[in-house]
């Protein structure tokens, strides 16, 4: 008489019925174990029924047995395997938070296939948190689906939650005594059954990715990524590394300045506007360049007076006020100011000043960098 109780509490266990199973023949009511994670597959994947789904078109999840164990929380998942393993992944389609797979008797719930389920052949998954074990359980079956009007590759399907994982020996994330589990994510769609007040979150390590993957991130918000924007004309990026110094101490220099650090010009064009540099024969004492001033462009001057301004025509070129005075041409205008001592400003160049009364020939001409 014990044993045909115990038969008889067994046998009330729940089975899902719909979708139908795999090895719907040798498939037991109790829950599952770590050793036959995932779908009891002890019993292997014989198809008897290929079940098959519509995307966006009503399914039917029902059961067999009586023993709903006051309900609890259950999930539908799919991996794209056909006889799946403990390294399979699952995707939660729709979560029940609550009530599943009923309260005092087991009852019939609907559900669809997402779009992002992609077509072809597929297993479908039911997992069940039962509410009022003796211990904490966990109980799997699936089914074996073919989809049809569905995506053409997994890429928004890989984008579903993980299925949640608990009550096996395998982890310690467990539900708690006479509590329906809370999912830590539950998917886009979410179904709460009658006895909300009784829904709480799991115990013990459940990890935030993998089998019990992290809240799904808004795309509304977040962080915004690093990405560097390009710099208005004329002025420099704001990521813009500085120019490398070469180690024999070449550069181009521009006259009268008070410091002597060259300036090397950069092998790519740069968004901004240009700057003449000009470089001028060596004196026994290196000319320092001078306080950057504005970029300039070249032409015959007007009569401007000392210290003071003309104007320009050629973009970039030097223009001599006499052998004292220069100035770089800046878009049609140009600033004058003295050449540095022992140089010379003589027909757009400058050079050494001549011993004697002599002007010693230019050794470099004027050169734009842009």
Known sequence: IAAAAIFATANAHMIMESPVPYSVD??????????QFPCKSQNGFTISTMNQMAVGEKQT???????????????????????????????????????????????????????????????????????????????????????????????????????????????????????????????????KGSDGADIVDPTGDCGATGTTPVEPSSSAGGEASAVPTSAAPGQPSATASPPAIPSNGGGVFAPGASSAAPVVPSAAPIQSTSTTLVTVTAAPTVPAPAEP?????????????????????????IVCNGPTQFGLCNNGNVVWQAVAAGTTCVDGSISKRGYNGRIARPRWSSRRVV
């Open 293 to 317: 001033t504005a970029p300039a462009a070249t032409g015959s001057p007007s009569t401007p007076s000392a210290g003071g301004s003309g104007t320009c025509t050629e973009n970039g070129a």
């Open 61 to 191: 999840l029902s059961f067999k047995g009586s023993a709903v164990h006051g309900g609890g929380s259950c999930q539908l998942s799919v991996t794209t395997d056909m006889e799946p393993t403990a390294n399979s992944v699952f995707k939660v389609i729709k979560s029940i938070e609550g009530g599943c797979p009923g309260i005092d008797s087991p009852e019939v719930f609907d559900f669809e296939l997402p779009a992002s389920i992609p077509n072809g052949q597929a297993t479908f998954a039911w997992t069940w948190f039962s509410k009022l074990s003796g211990a904490p359980e966990l109980y799997m079956n699936c089914a074996p689906i073919e989809v049809t009007g569905g995506a053409s590759d997994d890429s928004a399907f890989n984008e579903l939650p993980d299925m949640f994982v608990a009550n096996i020996a395998s982890t310690s994330c467990k539900s708690q005594t006479s509590k329906a589990i809370k999912f830590p994510n539950p998917g886009a769609v979410l179904q």
């Open 26 to 35: 040798k498939l037991d009511n109790g829950p599952i174990s770590a050793a």
